[in-house]
């Protein structure tokens, strides 16, 4: 039975608290990275055979085009209604991004002083894309799009193969519509390899996959710890943690809705967190009656009561303002605010990943179609991070131009700087152009 809590008897401790055991997976990891920096495409193919039971005679480690064009054309006659939904998502998903597209300035003054700032795409990007149960073709549009949005001229996408070397085809195809849907967009390699050697093959590169400059998307213990490891060599989007929601909502919801939402997180992770803030005791009830009714009509019902008996809690506060300051210490992934007028809240909302307005807008909205990205920040880091965008996907280039009168104007005031900080070289550089 998920917990209900009152927050005025509350520590900070009990408010914040969560069950995340971990196992230290550090050493196990360095090495498999130490193995395919030595040994290339002979270790992909090794740890292929030994995690997924691949048969290794023959054995392809990029998929060839034929097989990305059958994945989307299997998809197509299998389930149109699929196909459909994930080109209207990959739609949505495509124009929000456009919208997050920046350009680059220049200022400029008659006295011969120039300073600017250009944009420029990653040249390659890669993205992890698990498999086996947690094969989530949504994830690869939601990262693989701004990718290409960007400009990135090649995403080199990694993913475990089945033991027969087969990969989901609906993973496969979600790749290809996303290439499909971005106009001039770079292209999409897939790579039959998941865990660790993974993420180490597209930090450093084999024989068959490319180094990239940034890797991103979900993992296991393994894929988060090597993403950890190769950070420096290479850009990460973050280090993602369990899922997590927090509904806002006053008495006038549906209890059964709540219930819905909350347990549509418990079922990612028996980790995963779902929270209830509320000012109304009675909504409190119902709700904690709902979610065990629900939990039993769950597929996934272990990992979800696992999830809901371990991280879940309902908490009342004296009113909604205080709900909102509770969520804002909580900083969590997904927030709802049921209520009656979500966008004056979301005016006051300093933390949070996405935020879900009104009654009508489950999370599940965002997972999968609405636009704006599910790839968002956990565990507490919404204070200081956000959603993953076009903008991880760039770097910016600054860039100075000064005459030779408009340096000489100031190359004084600038050594008398760099004296002031014993940089003696940096003013003998200033000012030697005006001595000669």
């Known amino acids: ?34 193995d395919v920096r030595d040994n290339g495409d002979e270790a992909v193919i090794r740890y292929a055979v030994k995690f997924d039971g691949v048969d290794p005679e023959g054995f392809a480690i990029e998929l060839s085009a034929e097989e990305k064009a ?32 920046r350009e680059g300035f220049e200022i400029s003054d008659r006295a011969g002083r120039l300073t600017g700032q250009k944009i420029v795409p990653l040249e390659r990007a890669g993205l992890y894309v698990p498999g086996g149960t947690a094969a989530y073709p949504s994830t690869v549009l939601m990262d693989s799009i701004p990718a290409l949005t960007a400009g990135c001229s090649e995403i ?63 993992g296991n213990a393994f894929v988060a710890e090597a993403k950890r490891q190769v950070f420096g060599k290479v850009a990460i989007d973050m280090i993602a943690g369990p899922s997590e929601i927090l509904v806002v909502s006053d008495g006038k919801s549906d209890p059964d809705v709540v219930a819905a939402d909350m347990l549509s997180q418990a079922e990612h992770d028996k980790n995963a967190s779902a929270v209830l803030v509320t000012d109304s005791a009675d909504l409190a009830a119902a709700v904690a009656e709902s979610i065990e009714k629900q939990l039993c009509s769950l597929e996934r019902e272990e990992i979800a009561r696992a999830s809901i008996e371990n991280n879940g809690k309902i908490i009342i506060a004296k009113d909604i303002e205080q709900a909102l300051e509770i969520s804002d210490e909580i900083a969590p992934e997904h927030l709802e605010l049921c209520v009656d007028d979500p966008f004056e809240m979301l005016g006051r909302v300093k933390n949070a990943g996405s935020v879900f307005l009104g ?78």
Do not use: W
């Open 359 to 436: 009654r009508s807008c489950p999370e599940a909205l965002g997972d999968y179609y609405a636009g704006p990205n599910h790839t968002l920040p956990t565990g507490g880091t919404a204070r200081f991070s956000s959603a993953l965008s076009v903008d991880d996907f760039v770097k910016k280039i600054q860039f100075i131009h000064y005459t030779d009168e408009a340096l000489a104007e100031v190359a004084g005031g600038i050594a008398a700087f760099a004296r002031k900080e014993g940089l003696t070289g940096h003013a003998r550089s200033v000012l030697i152009r005006s001595e000669k």
């Open 70 to 101: 059958e994945a989307l054309r299997s998809l197509d006659e299998s389930d149109p209604g699929l196909s459909d939904v994930m080109r209207d998502s990959a739609a949505n998903i495509a124009e929000f991004c456009s919208m997050q597209l």
């Open 1 to 34: 039975m998920i917990k209900i809590l009152n927050f005025e008897e509350l520590t900070a401790d009990e408010v914040f608290a969560r069950n995340e055991p971990t196992a230290d997976v550090s050493d196990i990891v360095a090495a498999i990275i130490q």
């Open 156 to 218: 080199i996408m990694t993913t475990p193969p089945n033991a027969d070397g087969s990969i989901e085809s609906a993973v496969v195809a979600a790749a290809v519509i996303a290439q499909e849907t971005v106009p001039g967009a770079g292209s999409v390699r897939i790579f039959r390899t998941g865990g660790a050697q993974a993420v180490a093959a597209m930090a450093y590169g084999t024989e068959s996959i490319p180094a990239v400059d940034k890797i991103v998307g979900p």
